[in-house]
């Protein structure tokens, strides 16, 4: 795909509210809606490698379903500990109904 850019999912399959993970590039990502924004950060947690998709997303911060270890999904900078390391954070854009991720 030209400029690293690769499809991962139709806007549908994500409503706002929502976040899913994908395999993408050999890694395993997280896309969240956020009120109509795509965001996407690592889905595995870094404290100890949690699948943050399976947790709870509210407004713009992810909980990992394991520890509780929060994440901002625009920076993918820790709010919440045990969790010490930011997620690493992907570029993420939408076009037709498409989103879009570089990772
Ligand atoms: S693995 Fe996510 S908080 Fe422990």
């Not at 996407?40 to 509210?58: E, Q, Y």
């Not at 911060?61 to 930011?86: N, Y």
Request: with cysteine; charged share 20%.
């Amino acid at each position: 795909m030209t400029d690293g850019w690769i499809k991962v999912a139709s806007t549908s399959e994500i409503p706002p509210g929502m976040m899913k993970s994908y395999p993408v590039g050999g890694k395993d990502i997280l896309i969240a809606n956020v009120n109509g924004n795509y965001y996407s950060i690592d889905n595995r947690c870094t404290h100890i490698g949690g699948p943050l998709a399976r947790g709870k997303l509210a407004g713009y911060v992810v909980e990992c379903p394991l520890h509780g270890s929060q994440f901002d999904v625009r920076t993918g900078t820790v709010v919440r500990s045990p969790a010490e390391s930011p997620e690493p954070r992907h570029e993420v854009k939408v076009e037709g109904s498409e989103v879009l991720v570089r990772v």
